[in-house]
């Protein structure tokens, strides 16, 4: 079975600040992770993916996420914050032959001027 | 090259009443699933097509069916409509098999039960 549990729903920082979203994930196979981003009323926008290559990804728009298997997690980050980066961010880990995904339940970022 | 296209874009229905949702995929990708996103949720994963038959269905009833067609294209039909089927549908689009494979979304449909 796999699940993903996003740390707080709600993330506010300044502008320039550091951005940190929290996922941890739970599976009985081999993980691969993806973050996506979701603007309002729009579709889902892949940040970036981890399937098993190197542990630190970069992503676009100056993400990063570190896949850490012995903490199951893989935290999105953003050393500096834009007002842009606002939006709905969802977790998601993928395993099976399916590739079925689940999703976390988002975490939405708002961004002070 | 065009993206995951959904149609129609917004959607009100009673209850009681059918829908058809409609998607097209990303060029290329054979395989489409639907998700389900309710308010303030994450997406729900509804069912997944691959070579017009259903290959992995989520924790959702019978009233959820779908259809994939030989250009790949694929819909989503919901029966007997309850005011919590409200939502955005999302269909995502991907090659077949494989679970690092990136999953495209389109804009999804908002479906509005009254």
């Known amino acids: 079975a796999q699940s993903v549990t996003q740390l707080g729903s709600h993330v506010s920082v300044s502008e320039g600040a550091l951005v940190l979203l929290r996922c941890n994930y739970s599976s009985s196979v081999p993980p691969y992770l993806f973050w996506y981003v979701q603007y309002p009323n729009q579709g889902l926008q892949l940040l970036l993916k981890y399937t098993s290559a190197a542990t630190l990804v970069k992503g676009i728009n100056g993400f990063e996420a570190e896949f850490k298997k012995s903490e199951t997690s893989f935290h999105l980050t953003k050393p500096s914050a834009h007002m842009s980066d606002a939006a709905e961010y969802f977790c998601?880990?993928?395993?099976?032959?399916?590739?079925?995904?689940?999703f976390g339940s988002g975490t939405k970022l708002n961004v002070k001027p | 090259d065009a993206g995951v296209t959904q149609s129609p874009t917004h959607l009100i229905k009673t209850r009681g009443q059918q829908v058809t949702l409609r998607c097209s995929p990303k060029?290329?990708?054979?395989?489409v699933s639907w998700y389900q996103q309710a308010l303030g949720q994450g997406p729900q994963f509804i069912f997944q097509y691959y070579e017009e038959e259903e290959r992995q269905r989520g924790n959702f009833p019978d009233r959820f069916s779908g259809h994939q067609f030989p250009n790949y294209s694929s819909e989503l039909n919901v029966n007997a409509l309850l005011l919590g089927d409200s939502a955005l549908y999302l269909c995502?689009?991907?090659?077949?098999?494989?679970?690092?494979?990136?999953?495209?979304f389109g804009a999804g449909t908002r479906l509005s039960v009254l």
């Open positions: 998601a880990v993928s395993g099976d032959n399916f590739n079925k995904f689940y």
């Open positions: 995502a689009s991907s090659l077949a098999a494989g679970a690092k494979n990136i999953q495209y």
């Open positions: 060029s290329g990708h054979d395989t």
